[in-house]
């Protein structure tokens, strides 16, 4: 008998980390529900290239910020796989500033879509994702390096680590794991837009490694802790920066 193909959400999944992810999980086996804000063409291409390579996808459009558009994306998830093993979120917006110059509008959708967001869908996951299954948030390695002007957004993110933290403890008893994943730098269009090589080579410098990170090696992570090697890691936060100092 054929083994059912288990079942994964990725928010923020068409382009980056959340494309990575979304692609790894489909070659591990996992059919995959596409989470999208504004990106439809890219949301596509994720599911296209899924899809291509023999896996099951489909790409659902909801704006996170709407707890409307929350309840509507694992509701269509509901529809169309009946169930749900793994939740990733990774959806999120990055606003930089100071205390001096950052606005309070910033500041309000920061909280927003970063924690707010986060709480609606670390919520609906505990709710719906199946005995057994993960539940894993996007944090970011600002939270243990506290550069300048990263306060606020770093802050949000800390507050992520926090609920995932918290529901680790509540949904004792399902076998659900809840974890977080911090990531350094790592080499997508968001992150490289603005920045000099000179800049991106002094980075690269912090990491043993000697290199930035790609998006392959936070969704090589991910796919850890969704699969069998992760069933014993719960209530964590994995920093996945290669070592930077």
Do not use: C
Not at 1 to 12: E, N, P, S
Not at 34 to 47: K, L, P, Q
Not at 161 to 168: P, Q
Not at 183 to 190: I, M, N, Q, R, Y
């Amino acid at each position: 008998m054929q083994q059912a193909r288990k079942t994964a959400l990725v928010t923020g999944a068409s382009r980056g980390i959340g494309a990575a992810i979304a692609l790894r999980l489909a070659r591990d086996g996992f059919s995959v529900a596409a989470n999208y804000a504004s990106g439809t063409r890219e949301a596509d291409a994720v599911v296209d290239d899924i899809v291509a390579a023999g896996g099951q996808a489909f790409a659902v459009q909801a704006d996170l910020g709407k707890a409307e558009d929350t309840e509507r994306l694992f509701d269509a998830v509901n529809s169309r796989f009946g169930s749900l093993d793994v939740v990733v979120h990774n959806a999120g917006i990055q606003l930089l500033g100071s205390h001096a110059e950052m606005e309070v509008a910033a500041l309000d959708r920061l909280i927003e879509i970063n924690l707010t967001a986060a709480f609606r869908v670390l919520s609906r996951a505990a709710r719906q994702v199946s005995e057994g299954g993960r539940i894993i948030a996007l944090s970011s390695g600002t939270t243990a390096v506290l550069p300048p002007r990263y306060d606020v957004y770093a802050a949000t993110k800390a507050a992520v680590e926090v609920l995932i933290g918290v529901l680790a403890k509540e949904l004792r008893g399902r076998g659900i794991t809840a974890n977080a994943i911090a990531p350094g730098p790592v080499a997508t269009d968001l992150y490289l837009k603005g920045k000099t090589a000179t800049e991106l080579e002094e980075t690269a410098a912090r990491t043993p490694l000697g290199r930035i990170g790609q998006p392959n090696d936070i969704a090589g992570t991910i796919a850890f802790l969704a699969g069998p090697g992760g069933e014993w890691i719960n209530g964590q936060t994995i920093l996945v920066n290669g070592g930077m100092i």
